[in-house]
């Protein structure tokens, strides 16, 4: 079965034949290049899924090939093949973009290796896409932001787990959107055709929590004037999201774990048990393990729902998501408002990316809107978001502590406003490249997170 297409670029026939001869004999489908110019042509004629380039060409080095197929084709894994007396130019091609590179000679193995892991980050960026095509469609769920390293591993997390009936474990701060990364594990599963319920577990009172969850029978309890079906009755077949679940009352905790225990439950009042085929997913900003500790959560449901773990991190860990997350809701809102905002002053964004937003995406989105309500002019300035209180609440820190937060954020703002163009950003930054490289790995900040 084909395992892949490849295109092999190199001036030696020798290595053409012999990568051709391997790669074959692993199933893949090889397609080989002895010039730039043929490369370039195949590139657009073909979709390969994987280009494995030389980096001394004939008339150019691979990079510059690897960057003109990259103008085609931008996710498409690229290997670079180098001699050993030039790693370090293997190195610069990965900071271009290159997935990873080999030198001569290879092994052969390792060859296999670096094709399959490249493939699987091909699969995966490709998912995520998928991903963000679906939740923009059907719930216009647009504003997933996942620039960030960390969230693309959260995206990763729910690709791979998706197809799986195990509970689903989510935990971060308010505001973080634990409710949006269940919505996406649930369209993602098979379950996607059938309910998706949720509940706001710390919003119910626990006398009708029991009645919201499970249902009750006509004459259960004072005001049941009819009999209902809970919410894991109306969720059969499909996916029931608990959020909040560490704010559930321990008598309704104890019914929750027979019902995952069972696969049934009673509803208020009647004797006929009821068999449900759910699949869970719980969400919670509390230390559960704590909550164990303390007798405030029951120890025996804490391991039956902590199955799966995702942490969704807070918007000041993933502070390259801020900018694509304000030019989102600025649009949103410009269009509920009708207003024509062209966008918001490197000032303004500077004040925002200073911010430690412990209301996380919430509360960027309320101070972006709150902007837009109250500008009179095109642009968002920077006093719009001072008049929020939140954003006034600035935490005083050591000078060293402050000044590395502002350069990382400045850094950050720098990459998104050049698309990851480092050479770029340096220009702007007043910094000689090599130097602008020191200061994106000191801060581990990776270009390619901001390539469009």
């Given at each position: 079965m084909n395992r892949g297409q490849i295109l092999v670029v190199d001036d030696d026939r020798n290595i053409l034949e012999l990568m051709k001869i391997r790669l074959e004999s692993a199933n893949y489908l090889v397609a080989t290049a002895a010039d730039e110019d043929d490369a370039s042509r195949m590139i657009k004629d073909e979709v390969f899924d994987i280009a494995i380039v030389d980096l001394q060409l004939v008339r150019s080095d691979g990079i510059e090939l690897m960057q003109n197929m990259h103008m085609i084709h931008p996710d498409m894994p690229v290997i670079i093949l180098t001699a050993y007396g030039t790693i370090e130019s293997a190195v610069n091609a990965m900071k271009k973009g290159a997935y990873s590179y080999l030198t001569k000679p290879f092994d052969g193995r390792d060859l296999l290796l670096q094709i399959e892991k490249a493939l699987e980050k091909r699969h995966l960026t490709t998912e995520i896409n998928r991903l963000k095509g679906i939740i923009t469609e059907r719930y216009d769920f647009s504003n997933i932001i996942a620039r960030s390293r960390k969230m693309q591993e959260v995206l990763e997390q729910v690709i791979r787990i998706a197809g799986t009936d195990s509970t689903i474990y989510i935990s971060g701060d308010s505001g973080t959107g634990k409710e949006l990364i269940a919505k996406a594990t649930h369209l993602l599963s098979e379950r996607k055709d059938k309910s998706f319920v949720d509940i706001n577990c710390a919003a119910i009172p626990e006398s009708l929590l029991e009645s919201e969850l499970f249902g009750h029978e006509k004459g259960a309890f004072t005001g049941a004037i009819r009999t209902r079906g809970g919410l894991f009755t109306q969720a059969n077949g499909g996916t029931v999201f608990l959020d909040e679940i560490g704010d559930m009352p321990l008598s309704i905790q104890a019914k929750l774990l027979r019902v995952l225990q069972e696969r049934r439950f009673y509803p208020i009042g009647s004797k006929e048990p009821?068999?449900?085929?759910?699949?869970?997913?719980?969400?919670?900003?509390?230390?559960?393990?704590?909550?164990?500790?303390?007798?405030?959560?029951?120890?025996d449901l804490f391991y039956r729902i902590h199955v799966i773990p995702i942490f969704i991190p807070s918007l000041k860990e993933r502070k390259e998501d801020i900018p694509p997350l304000v030019d989102h809701f600025l649009k949103q809102f410009s269009k509920e408002m009708n207003k024509k905002i062209k966008g918001i002053t490197p000032q303004a964004m500077q004040q925002l990316m200073l911010q430690d937003w412990p209301g996380n995406v919430r509360q960027l989105k309320n101070t972006i809107e709150y902007a837009v309500a109250m500008t009179l002019d095109d642009v968002i300035t920077e006093d719009l978001l001072q008049t929020q209180k939140e954003i006034e609440q600035v935490d005083h820190k050591p000078l060293k502590e402050a000044k590395a937060v502002f350069e990382r954020s400045y850094i950050v703002q720098l990459m998104d406003m050049t698309q990851g163009n480092v050479s770029k950003a340096a220009q702007l930054a007043g910094k000689y490249r090599a130097d602008f490289y020191n200061l994106l790995k000191k801060y581990d900040i990776s270009p390619t997170d901001f390539k469009k």
């Open positions: 009821i068999e449900v085929n759910v699949r869970l997913i719980v969400a919670t900003n509390k230390d559960l393990e704590k909550e164990v500790a303390k007798g405030q959560f029951r120890e």
